[in-house]
Nanobody
Framework: EVQVVESGGGSVQAGGSLRLSCAVSGFTSDDYAIGWFRQAPGKEREGVSCFDSSDGSTYYTDSVEGRFTISSDNTKNTVYLQMNSLKPDDTAVYYC????????????????????????????WGQGTQVTVFS
């Protein structure tokens, strides 16, 4: 069973930075995708970023491109989301989710950052971590 645990949320002033962590365990395949999502009060969940293990490609939705960076540390089975230049609009509960192979990880990651509603392929979700950006 794949387990996902997020950490690293908090409150920060606009323009500040936070780093979220997503610890994943239980993968039975080297082919996987890790997605970061967020949901603000009254809004639908949206995909923010995705990591494709097949070639290390990273994907971002337009609103965070250039400000957020997703990375993976395989030695720790952890994926990070470095969030810089935070804005009040980034306030939301952030979730990490995983799907493992055999999958079309590239296609899934592209769907994470472009499709609304978000793809239903992710079966393992973390509990979420609150990010609050105040002006």
């Amino acid at each position: 069973e794949v387990q996902v645990v997020e950490s690293g949320g908090g409150s920060v002033q606009a323009g500040g930075s936070l780093r979220l962590s997503c610890a994943v365990s239980g993968f039975t395949s080297d082919d996987y995708a890790i997605g970061w999502f967020r949901q603000a009060p009254g809004k639908e969940r949206e995909g923010v970023s995705c990591f494709d293990s097949s070639d290390g490609s990273t994907y971002y939705t337009d609103s965070v491109e250039g400000r957020f960076t997703i990375s993976s540390d395989n030695t720790k089975n952890t994926v990070y989301l470095q969030m810089n230049s935070l804005k009040p609009d980034d306030t939301a509960v952030y979730y990490c989710a995983a799907d493992s192979g055999p999958i079309d990880s590239a296609g899934l990651c592209l769907a994470v950052v472009t499709s609304r509603p978000i793809p239903s392929d992710f079966h393992s979700w973390g509990q979420g971590t609150q990010v609050t950006v105040f002006s």
